[in-house]
């Protein structure tokens, strides 16, 4: 299942700033391919997320020079897949220029409807978005001073990301048979991460592995306050012995 977290605008803004007129190494550079624009917002967009969308053909990623999503680097693709986008990853909607927000994206086109450059906004000076932008590389550039004929905003909606099954207490609290999930709930709906990712301590030398966990015992040896009646509590000796004494002595 999925789970929405905030697009954090100010790492999106601070990255724009940072390599708005150089190239970052960890990313091919595409101005001899048809231009940097994209691949540099995208590249803002996912320091801002932290989550790319593997999906074959119609994702959003960049694996290495080759391995990438048409969307990362394609304008019209990278439109279609935030404004569409309904699974892991970054999502969006078209709003007005003027209600932009820092770290929205601006896309410039022509009057056929076409549209062939992408920019990030990095700040407002007078109601004006600033922008920054590979190809003609640009940093805090007014909106404008660019020439074009039309233009569109995509508002940074939120981020999608893949969670753990929440409710897999549910089925056994419901039937009264468990407060906890049993090994098998936890299999089958994936409550929590795999085995290998325990949050055990590491082995000290000793051979001890850490305290063990709830996954390490057996559901019904784990003694709960539930399982056990009233007469099984009883007061420690100097509290019952406290209970003798007259009430202005306590």
């Known amino acids: 299942m999925t789970a929405i977290k905030p697009y954090r605008r100010a790492h999106a803004v601070e990255y724009a700033k940072t390599w708005a007129l150089s190239r970052n190494p960890l990313f091919s550079s595409f101005d001899s391919f048809g231009g940097d624009c994209t691949n540099f917002i995208s590249q803002c967009v996912f320091a801002a997320s932290c989550v790319m969308n593997e999906t074959p053909t119609f994702g959003w990623y960049y694996r290495a020079p080759g391995d990438y999503a048409p969307a990362w680097t394609g304008v019209p693709f990278f439109y279609n897949f935030l404004t569409s986008n309904m699974e892991e990853g970054p999502f969006g909607v078209e709003i007005p220029i003027e209600s932009a927000e820092m770290g929205d994206i601006i896309q410039l086109g022509r009057r056929d409807g076409t549209f062939y450059h992408t920019l990030i906004v990095t700040g407002m000076r007078d109601g004006v978005p600033l922008i920054c ?114 009430e202005a002595e306590r």
């Open 133 to 246: 932008a590979h190809d003609n590389d640009a940093l805090d550039r007014p909106l404008n001073s660019y020439v074009y004929d039309r233009a569109r905003c995509i508002h940074i909606s939120g981020v999608r990301i893949v969670v753990p099954v929440w409710d897999c207490c549910f089925d056994g609290m419901l039937s009264g048979t468990s407060i906890f999930p049993t090994p098998e709930s936890t299999a089958a709906l994936t409550c929590y991460p795999p085995e290998e990712e325990s949050d055990a301590l590491p082995d000290d030398g000793t051979g001890m592995t850490g305290m063990p966990t709830a996954s390490d015992m057996p559901p019904q040896s784990m003694e709960r306050p539930a399982d056990r009646l009233p007469e099984d509590f009883t007061l420690p000796e100097s509290d019952a012995a406290a209970d003798d004494l007259p």
